[in-house]
């Protein structure tokens, strides 16, 4: 197995481009995506002010350390979610790469900053962690974002993150979520900031190795609340479509944002959005769920 590019000895095989590549051309392939992405959509350039949601995982790690060293000015933004082990172990990992490295990071703590608990919560609402979680998150990005200046948030989702997330709303015909499904989603609506996946066309397998090659810290772990979810059901249903004829998930994505996604544009365009009459961010209802949230914890404090 010699690298397609140099002809040395390849340590990675990617069958979906029928290529190898050795430790440097590899490299050289993962920034040249990344490079065509941002251009492609054109995402971002070296003048925007960019918020990176860094979980601790290899996609985000990945990101974080892609976006820097290829010289964009980047803010790495954390939250902590209260989610036992995981959360501490991920904060450590992420606030040590922060200190090595001079790379400014922003902590949120959902507990101590805003009093909110997403068990708690997932109880009192009958909805699931991941869904409480998933709200928490997409508040606090936009929010910090606004209020700190930012032009665009980027996030890791990779390949297989964005493949999964399609089967999911295609086979439940989920208009609008398909319309939203985009390596970049311009502000409708001037609290809204950019959000762009300047990964998605890279597998969780490529970015392990970037992170790995470079050698950067990650957490192992997924969240607890992962397992079991639709998702990962999806993910390998993929897999083995993958395993079976290469390219598959690369396919469903590009045609889909070719030929597909323009047939749920109006659907996108007509969501309403006003300002939360609490706390003046987005929503599309009178006020906003992060701020329905901590109402509820207050009024059942004994829970
Ligand atoms: Fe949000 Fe797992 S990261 S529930
Ligand atoms: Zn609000």
Same mark, same amino acid.
């Given at each position: 197995?010699?690298?397609?590019r140099?002809?040395?000895? %390849?340590?990675?095989?990617?069958?979906?481009?029928?290529a190898?590549?050795?430790?440097? @051309?590899?490299?050289?392939?993962?920034?040249?995506?990344?490079?065509?992405?941002?251009?492609?959509? !054109?995402?971002?350039d070296?003048?925007?002010?960019?918020l990176?949601?860094?979980?601790?995982?290899?996609?985000?790690?990945?990101?974080w *350390?892609?976006?820097?060293?290829?010289?964009?000015?980047?803010?790495?933004?954390?939250?902590?979610?209260?989610?036992?082990?995981?959360?501490?172990?991920?904060?450590?990992?992420?606030?040590?790469?922060?200190?090595?490295?001079? &790379?400014?990071?922003?902590?949120?703590?959902?507990?101590?900053e805003?009093?909110?608990?997403?068990?708690?919560?997932s109880?009192?609402?009958?909805?699931?962690?991941?869904?409480?979680?998933?709200s928490i998150?997409?508040?606090?990005?936009?929010?910090?974002?606004?209020d700190?200046?930012f032009?665009?948030?980027?996030?890791? *989702? /990779?390949?297989?993150?964005?493949?999964?997330?399609?089967?999911?709303?295609?086979?439940?015909?989920?208009?609008?979520?398909?319309?939203?499904?985009?390596?970049?989603?311009?502000?409708?609506?001037?609290?809204?900031? !950019?959000?762009?996946?300047?990964?998605?066309?890279?597998?969780?397998?490529?970015?392990?190795?970037?992170? &790995?090659? /470079?050698?950067?810290?990650?957490l *192992?772990?997924? @969240?607890?609340?992962?397992? %079991?979810?639709?998702?990962i059901?999806?993910k390998?249903?993929?897999?083995?479509?993958?395993e079976e004829?290469? %390219?598959?998930?690369?396919?469903?994505?590009?045609?889909?944002?070719?030929?597909?996604?323009?047939?749920?544009?109006?659907?996108?365009?007509?969501?309403e959005?006003?300002? @939360?009459?609490?706390?003046?961010?987005?929503?599309?209802?009178?006020? @906003?769920?992060?701020?329905?949230?901590?109402?509820?914890?207050?009024?059942?404090?004994?829970?």
């Amino acid at each position: 197995m010699k690298c397609v590019r140099c002809k040395a000895k %390849g340590i990675i095989y990617l069958k979906r481009h029928n290529a190898a590549f050795c430790q440097d @051309c590899f490299l050289y392939y993962y920034k040249n995506q990344v490079k065509k992405n941002i251009k492609r959509y !054109k995402m971002f350039d070296k003048k925007d002010k960019i918020l990176v949601v860094i979980s601790g995982g290899k996609d985000s790690m990945a990101l974080w *350390h892609v976006l820097a060293n290829e010289g964009y000015s980047v803010t790495g933004m954390y939250i902590n979610l209260g989610i036992g082990q995981y959360s501490d172990k991920s904060q450590q990992v992420v606030e040590s790469f922060a200190q090595k490295s001079g &790379l400014e990071l922003i902590v949120k703590d959902i507990k101590k900053e805003y009093g909110l608990d997403i068990y708690k919560l997932s109880k009192l609402l009958k909805r699931s962690t991941c869904s409480i979680c998933g709200s928490i998150k997409r508040y606090l990005f936009n929010k910090v974002a606004y209020d700190g200046g930012f032009s665009v948030v980027a996030t890791g *989702h /990779n390949l297989d993150d964005e493949a999964a997330t399609l089967l999911g709303n295609v086979l439940s015909w989920e208009e609008g979520y398909l319309a939203r499904q985009s390596p970049v989603l311009e502000s409708t609506h001037q609290k809204l900031v !950019k959000k762009v996946k300047p990964l998605y066309t890279l597998t969780e397998r490529e970015n392990l190795f970037y992170v &790995l090659i /470079n050698k950067i810290e990650f957490l *192992h772990d997924e @969240c607890p609340h992962a397992t %079991g979810a639709r998702s990962i059901l999806y993910k390998e249903v993929l897999n083995r479509l993958e395993e079976e004829s290469p %390219g598959t998930k690369q396919r469903f994505i590009t045609s889909f944002l070719e030929k597909g996604r323009k047939h749920f544009q109006d659907v996108y365009e007509k969501i309403e959005l006003k300002e @939360c009459i609490s706390c003046g961010q987005v929503t599309t209802t009178e006020i @906003c769920s992060f701020c329905r949230f901590a109402q509820i914890l207050k009024q059942n404090k004994e829970v």
